[in-house]
């Protein structure tokens, strides 16, 4: 699956987007949790380009590549957690005409690795409302946007512990009525 970057370094193919976004090397490091001098060591080449799965996967994740146009990745062992919430805010930031940078640029410094491990599915979307609402205020959603991904995601959340919704239907459907008037939509 790797395209007419096959034969470029990954080195080169790092520096070459750093270039071209003029996203600093320090902020880039930050979204992908890593230090500074290791950047500037990947992109020299004083170090061998990371193996590592997880690394690989943030900065092709930063990147809005697949981690396999990097020739050192190998797919991992572990799962990813296979949320359509995700494609659903990727989807979001695309239609946007948002860049993976311009997005994660938004956050807060210290909260963009999370967001770029969710964005690869090493964690799923968030359930806290206020973590969601964050998303969605990047992303210019209104409040009844953002509470109905939220309320899909405590439903996937419910489903994958064990309730069956539609036998608790009037339960559940009291829940969310309460949600909504709390954040009052």
Not at 38 to 66: G, H
Not at 71 to 78: A, H, L, N, T, V
Not at 165 to 171: D, G, K
Request: proline letters at 4%; glycine letters at 2%.
């Amino acid at each position: 699956m790797k395209n007419n970057n096959l034969q470029k370094k990954s080195s080169k193919i790092v520096a070459d987007f750093l270039e071209n976004t003029r996203l600093h090397k320090k902020e880039f490091a930050q979204m992908i949790g890593v230090t500074l001098s290791y950047v500037y060591n990947l992109i020299d080449e004083t170090i061998p380009f990371s193996t590592r799965s997880t690394t690989l996967e943030r900065i092709a994740t930063v990147m809005d590549i697949e981690p396999e146009e990097f020739e050192e990745y190998k797919i991992p062992q572990e799962p990813l957690v296979k949320d359509d919430t995700i494609e659903l805010i990727k989807n979001m930031i695309h239609e946007k005409k948002m860049s993976i940078v311009t997005f994660l640029k938004a956050f807060p410094r210290k909260k963009r690795v999370e967001i770029v491990d969710m964005l690869r599915g090493a964690y799923p979307v968030p359930i806290d409302f206020k973590e969601l609402a964050m998303i969605g205020q990047i992303l210019d959603l209104d409040k009844n946007d953002i509470y109905n991904i939220w309320e899909e995601r405590v439903k996937q959340v419910l489903e994958a512990n064990g309730m069956n919704i539609n036998n608790n239907a009037a339960l559940v459907n009291s829940m969310f009525e309460c949600a909504r008037k709390y954040i009052e939509i």
